[in-house]
Each structure stands twice: as C-alpha cells, then as structure tokens.
C-alpha cells in the first residue's frame, strides 16, 4: 500500500520561511518523479515544482523561482520544499504527488497524492 504524507505546513508572516517534507512508503522512491502542488480557496489547484528521479533536474512555476527550492533524498524515500521569502499569496493546501512518469506529475496527472498540508502566510 502506498502512503504519501506531507508535513511541515503552518502559520508565518509575510517574508518567513517553511520547510515542507514529503515521505513516501510502499513504491520504489527512486522510481518516481515528485511534485508539489497547492490549491487556495476558492482556486484551482497549481503545480509549484517538480523533480526528476535523481534530483538533478528541478521546475518551479514563474511565481516562485528564486524563493523556493525542491529536493529530495531518496534514501529517505522523501522530497522537501523549502519555500523562503513566502508571501500571501502562496497561501493554499500543498499537496505532494508521486509518479513514474515526469510528464504525468508536470500535468498534475499523478498516480498517488498526499492528503496535504496547509500553508498560511499573514500579511
């Protein structure tokens, strides 16, 4: 049975930090390409980031380069996003999603999802 669970989310103003964790259990880790992905109230849900099998190759959506970094470890069988310089505007659900396939997680069209963690960034 494959379980992906995210933590790490919570309250910050305006200009903190969060560091979101992400573990995956029951699949090969190394196998799967990773995405974070978030939905505000009221929006739909956006891709953030993803990364490839080995980490090598990360993208991020044009509204958070430079503040975000995606990683993974994949002895640990987890992926991080370590989002800095947070704004309101990133308020949303962050979810984590895992897939074989690279262009399944960029669609949003992964096989497994986490059940999220909220972010929530005051002004």
């Known amino acids: 049975q494959v379980q992906v669970v995210e933590s790490g989310g919570g309250l910050v103003q305006a200009g903190g930090s969060l560091r979101l964790s992400c573990t995956v259990s029951?699949?090969?880790?190394?196998?799967?390409?990773m995405g974070w992905f978030r939905q505000a109230p009221g929006k739909e849900r956006e891709g953030v980031s993803y990364i490839n099998y080995t980490g090598r190759s990360t993208h991020y959506v044009d509204s958070v380069k430079g503040r975000f970094t995606m990683s993974r470890d994949n002895a640990k069988n987890t992926v991080y996003l370590q989002m800095n310089n947070l704004k309101p505007a990133d308020t949303g659900m962050y979810y984590c999603?895992?897939?074989?396939?690279?262009?399944?997680?960029?669609?949003?069209?992964?096989?497994?999802w986490g059940q999220g963690t909220q972010v929530t960034v005051s002004s």
């Open positions: 999603a895992a897939d074989r396939s690279w262009g399944a997680v960029v669609a949003g069209r992964s096989e497994y």
């Open positions: 029951g699949l090969t880790f190394e196998n799967y390409a």
